[in-house]
C-alpha cells in the first residue's frame, strides 16, 4: 500500500505566498477603485478596511561584511614594481 504523497514544505510556502501576493494585489486594486469612486480612506477605515501595504512584504537579508581593502579611502593603488620619479 503506498502512502499519501509527501509534501515538500518549501513548495506549500511558495504556494502559499503566491497566494498571499494574489490577494493583496486584489486588495490594493479594489481599494483604489473604491478611493476613485469617491470613498474617502476615512470611510473605508470606518468599514475596517484599512490601506493596502505600499509594497510587497519581504525579509531582507542581512548586509554582508565589506571585507578590508588594502589601501586607504581616497589612496590610488598601484603596482609594487612601479617606478617612482
Do not use: F
Not at 16 to 21: D, F
Not at 45 to 58: F, N, Q, T, V, Y
Not at 65 to 84: C, F, I, M, V, Y
Amino acid at each position: 500500500m503506498i502512502g499519501p504523497p509527501v509534501r515538500r514544505p518549501d513548495h506549500e510556502r511558495d504556494q502559499l505566498a503566491e497566494a498571499l501576493r494574489e490577494a493583496n494585489a486584489r486588495y490594493t486594486e479594489r481599494y483604489r477603485a473604491a478611493l476613485q469612486c469617491g470613498w474617502t480612506a476615512d470611510d473605508l477605515a470606518k468599514l475596517g478596511l484599512d490601506a493596502p501595504e505600499s509594497g510587497p512584504a519581504r525579509r531582507r537579508r542581512p548586509p554582508r561584511p565589506t571585507p578590508p581593502s588594502a589601501h586607504q579611502p581616497g589612496e590610488q593603488a598601484t603596482p609594487a614594481n612601479a617606478a617612482h620619479p
